[in-house]
């Protein structure tokens, strides 16, 4: 059994991670919260750290930004709310950061298989957009609690009702919006906080909620006296329409990913911040059940087990040596104590495992379900292994999904093959990209979601496998994996097609179409087979 106090600390912590679709202000949102935590005093410092967007045709420089970054990998803090909080508890909050490039979309994905929830961060001009959908996909899939933070209110945007219309459609899960904005842009004027009851009344230029003042109804008189009162109806109309439209604010429904409670402000002014955080830390799961191959396994269980979610690569070509990440899944992780590697079935112990805060990483002897350790590993890691306390457990990963763009890699060195093998073999356990291989001629296929990664790879071929490298171009439109209940089916449609079948890196078989109209087609002629655009289903 774990002690009392082990336990208390598993219940205190989040951890989560803010999405949102590049330059809906993320950056200035995490930097905001580690503000009010304290864990940073000048704001700017997590920015300095940000991909620049002028950098975004040099990767090497993106690289290097990265390298730097992995001590805010994971930004953990300690946060003691003032709402509600009798019992004076500080949650432990850990911030996971996500690269905001797209082309490192996948490592996003990755990382949000090791968070209890999820902020998105919408812009409120510019609404729902492309990767907050696709980044909304994958916290579907697992079900993940997601809180909606709708930013630059202090900019003219969107009618607010139309923007819950849109992030009900585009991300497909319902909200309630828990504050209210009074107008925006140049009349903006603050938010009702519906969650405590309170009016706070923006003041442009300033770094702080300036009032708060609480209510206890909305028909109130000095509403109007403070914000005017053709304002205060509005607020009051409004108010009144949110309680006829939507659902009242259920916390399981939150909880089990089916409603998303919304928030309106302005990050860059520090407004609307404070009241998201307070809510956030007494609604948001504490580290919740991970489910193995085998079983579910629950964060209180007194045995250690966690996952590797990210390899984070050193670029010294003369050290190859990298951190892995791991997720605590349940219990406690001890320093210098042997813990099982599933995948190998060998023993590892773990003299200087790193825990994270803010901008320090530093060593720690122990951690808890919930939290994130960096191990320092020589290549025994890969995306997806288990460490535990002697259990033979294999956490699900995150499924594979279809690459975007599609490239045959060459060997430019014939004297290097093997060196090439090793590298592409190492770099997609790591997690660069994915690999398929045509069943027809054998030929390697690397898919990834944007250009920069085929640079990355074939730069980091170069300087840590001395091997090199050439594209070639590859008309593509869609990597599926296929199943049928059909088995003869499926052999017959693999022999007839096999200038369109490879093999994905587990050898599962995926069907490589090139064009739209061939995989309608395939679709069409094999009924008895499905076409899934995800490894896991
Ligand atoms: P990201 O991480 O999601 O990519 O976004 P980031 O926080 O970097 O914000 C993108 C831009 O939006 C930044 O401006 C930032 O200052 C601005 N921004 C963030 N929150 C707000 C807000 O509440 N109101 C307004 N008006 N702007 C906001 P930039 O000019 O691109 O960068 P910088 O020169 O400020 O660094």
Same mark, same amino acid.
């Given at each position: 059994?774990?002690?009392?106090?082990?336990?208390?600390?598993?219940?205190?912590? *989040?951890?989560?991670?803010?999405?949102?679709?590049?330059?809906?202000?993320?950056?200035?949102?995490?930097?905001?919260?580690?503000?009010?935590?304290?864990?940073? &005093?000048?704001?700017?410092?997590?920015?300095?750290?940000?991909?620049?967007?002028?950098?975004?045709?040099?990767?090497?420089?993106?690289?290097?930004? *990265?390298?730097?970054?992995?001590?805010?990998?994971?930004?953990?803090?300690? %946060?003691?709310?003032?709402?509600?909080?009798?019992?004076?508890?500080? %949650?432990?909050?850990?911030?996971?950061?996500?690269?905001?490039?797209?082309?490192?979309?996948?490592?996003?994905?990755?990382?949000?298989?090791? @968070?209890?929830?999820?902020?998105?961060?919408?812009?409120?001009?510019?609404?729902?957009?492309?990767?907050?959908? *696709?980044?909304?996909?994958?916290?579907?899939?697992?079900?993940?609690?997601? +809180?909606?933070?709708?930013?630059?209110?202090?900019?003219?945007?969107?009618?607010?009702?139309?923007?819950?219309?849109?992030?009900? #459609?585009?991300?497909?899960?319902?909200?309630?919006?828990?504050?209210?904005?009074?107008?925006?842009?140049?009349?903006?004027?603050?938010?009702?906080?519906?969650?405590?009851?309170?009016?706070?009344?923006? /003041?442009?230029?300033?770094?702080?909620?300036?009032?708060?003042?609480?209510?206890?109804?909305?028909?109130?008189?000095?509403?109007?006296?403070?914000?005017?009162?053709?304002? #205060?109806?509005?607020? /009051?109309?409004?108010?009144?329409?949110?309680?006829?439209?939507?659902?009242?604010?259920?916390?399981?429904?939150?909880?089990?990913?089916?409603?998303?409670?919304?928030?309106?402000?302005?990050?860059?002014?520090?407004?609307? @911040?404070?009241?998201?955080?307070?809510?956030?830390?007494?609604?948001?799961?504490?580290?919740?059940?991970?489910?193995?191959?085998?079983?579910?396994?629950?964060? +209180?269980?007194?045995?250690?087990?966690?996952?590797?979610?990210?390899?984070?690569?050193?670029?010294?070509?003369?050290?190859?040596?990298?951190? #892995?990440?791991?997720?605590?899944?349940?219990?406690?992780?001890?320093?210098?104590?042997?813990?099982?590697?599933?995948?190998?079935?060998?023993?590892? *112990?773990?003299?200087?495992?790193?825990?994270?805060?803010?901008?320090?990483?530093?060593? @720690?002897?122990?951690?808890?379900?919930?939290?994130?350790?960096?191990?320092?590993?020589?290549?025994?890691?890969?995306?997806?292994?288990?460490?535990?306390?002697?259990?033979?457990? &294999?956490?699900?990963?995150?499924?594979?999904?279809?690459?975007?763009?599609?490239?045959?890699?060459?060997?430019?060195?014939?004297?290097?093959?093997?060196?090439?093998?090793?590298?592409?073999?190492?770099? +997609?356990?790591?997690?660069?990209? /994915?690999?398929?291989?045509?069943?027809?001629?054998?030929?390697?296929?690397?898919?990834?979601?944007? /250009?920069?990664?085929?640079?990355?790879?074939?730069?980091?071929?170069?300087?840590?496998?001395?091997?090199?490298?050439?594209?070639?171009?590859?008309? +593509?439109?869609?990597?599926?994996?296929?199943?049928?209940?059909?088995?003869?089916?499926?052999?017959?449609?693999?022999?007839?097609?096999?200038?369109?079948?490879?093999?994905?890196?587990?050898?599962?078989?995926?069907?490589?179409?090139?064009?739209?109209?061939?995989?309608?087609?395939?679709?069409?002629? %094999?009924?008895?087979?499905?076409? &899934?655009?995800?490894?896991?289903?």
């Amino acid at each position: 059994m774990l002690s009392t106090t082990d336990q208390q600390e598993i219940l205190r912590r *989040r951890t989560f991670a803010i999405i949102s679709h590049p330059d809906a202000g993320k950056t200035t949102l995490t930097e905001k919260l580690l503000l009010y935590g304290g864990a940073i &005093h000048v704001a700017g410092a997590v920015k300095s750290n940000k991909i620049r967007k002028t950098a975004t045709s040099d990767w090497m420089e993106i690289e290097k930004q *990265r390298g730097i970054s992995v001590a805010t990998s994971v930004m953990g803090f300690d %946060y003691t709310p003032t709402y509600r909080n009798k019992a004076g508890t500080t %949650y432990h909050i850990n911030i996971l950061d996500t690269p905001g490039h797209q082309d490192f979309a996948e490592d996003t994905f990755r990382t949000l298989t090791a @968070v209890d929830s999820v902020i998105i961060v919408i812009d409120a001009a510019k609404g729902v957009e492309t990767q907050t959908r *696709r980044l909304m996909q994958v916290c579907r899939m697992r079900k993940t609690p997601v +809180m909606v933070f709708i930013n630059k209110m202090d900019r003219e945007g969107k009618d607010p009702f139309d923007l819950l219309d849109e992030v009900e #459609a585009e991300l497909g899960i319902k909200v309630r919006p828990l504050s209210w904005p009074i107008n925006s842009g140049q009349r903006f004027k603050g938010v009702y906080n519906i969650f405590q009851q309170t009016l706070d009344l923006y /003041q442009p230029d300033k770094t702080h909620v300036t009032e708060s003042i609480q209510f206890e109804d909305v028909t109130d008189p000095q509403i109007a006296t403070l914000v005017g009162d053709s304002d #205060a109806a509005k607020l /009051q109309e409004d108010l009144e329409m949110i309680e006829g439209v939507y659902d009242p604010f259920s916390i399981d429904s939150y909880l089990a990913g089916e409603l998303a409670p919304v928030f309106f402000g302005s990050a860059l002014n520090t407004f609307g @911040v404070k009241e998201l955080l307070e809510c956030f830390v007494h609604i948001a799961p504490s580290p919740r059940p991970v489910v193995a191959e085998e079983r579910e396994v629950k964060p +209180m269980e007194d045995k250690f087990t966690g996952f590797c979610f990210k390899i984070h690569a050193n670029m010294d070509p003369n050290h190859r040596s990298c951190i #892995a990440f791991f997720k605590i899944c349940s219990g406690k992780f001890e320093r210098n104590t042997y813990y099982t590697h599933v995948r190998k079935g060998q023993q590892m *112990r773990f003299s200087s495992p790193t825990c994270f805060m803010a901008q320090r990483k530093e060593t @720690v002897d122990e951690a808890f379900a919930g939290d994130i350790v960096g191990l320092p590993d020589t290549g025994n890691f890969k995306i997806g292994d288990t460490l535990t306390s002697g259990e033979n457990l &294999h956490f699900k990963g995150l499924p594979s999904f279809s690459p975007e763009m599609f490239k045959y890699i060459e060997n430019a060195d014939p004297m290097k093959q093997k060196q090439l093998d090793k590298g592409i073999s190492q770099l +997609m356990d790591e997690g660069v990209a /994915q690999l398929f291989v045509s069943q027809l001629n054998g030929r390697k296929i690397i898919g990834t979601v944007g /250009q920069l990664q085929f640079e990355v790879i074939q730069y980091r071929l170069e300087h840590e496998y001395q091997a090199k490298c050439r594209w070639e171009p590859l008309q +593509m439109y869609k990597a599926c994996w296929i199943e049928s209940d059909d088995d003869a089916e499926l052999e017959m449609f693999k022999r007839r097609k096999p200038q369109y079948m490879a093999l994905d890196k587990d050898g599962r078989d995926v069907f490589m179409a090139d064009s739209a109209y061939v995989l309608q087609m395939a679709q069409q002629d %094999y009924k008895h087979i499905t076409f &899934h655009f995800t490894s896991e289903f």
